[in-house]
């Protein structure tokens, strides 16, 4: 199993990003997939995720603001990221694993993680 997270950086409040997670080694289609982030000295938090299915799931701070996606056919999931905040500013974790995941342990496998920083 990989899942390999990328589309971080450094961008001004207000501003949006892209991440992107390429998953390879399991059964993507038939997968429930999550975002989370962890903000510098704090815990985990679920930040999106989806069923097989496709219903989509959102943290109330994150509705509205954030869109997740996937692409079955490059086995690809998607978070774009809008009017950000520099409380948005963590590292952003790919991982397989239901909506609403609250500690490491409610997810089967993670990615490496993207840096986002929102900062003027």
């Known amino acids: 199993v990989q899942l390999v997270e990328s589309g971080g950086g450094l961008v001004q409040p207000g501003g949006s990003l892209r991440l992107s997670c390429a998953a390879s080694?399991?059964?993507?289609?038939?997968?429930?997939m999550s975002w989370a982030r962890q903000a510098p000295g704090k815990g985990l938090e679920w930040v999106s995720g989806f069923y097989s299915d496709g219903s989509t799931y959102y943290a109330d701070s994150m509705k509205g603001r954030f869109t997740i996606s996937r692409d079955n056919a490059k086995n690809t999931v998607y978070l774009q990221m809008n009017s950000l905040k520099p409380e948005d500013t963590a590292v952003y974790y790919c991982?397989?694993?239901?909506?609403?995941?609250?500690?490491?342990?409610?997810?089967?496998?993670w990615g490496q993680g993207t840096q986002v920083t929102v900062s003027s």
């Open positions: 080694g399991f059964t993507f289609s038939s997968s429930a």
């Open positions: 991982a397989i694993g239901p909506p609403y995941g609250s500690s490491w342990y409610d997810f089967a496998s």
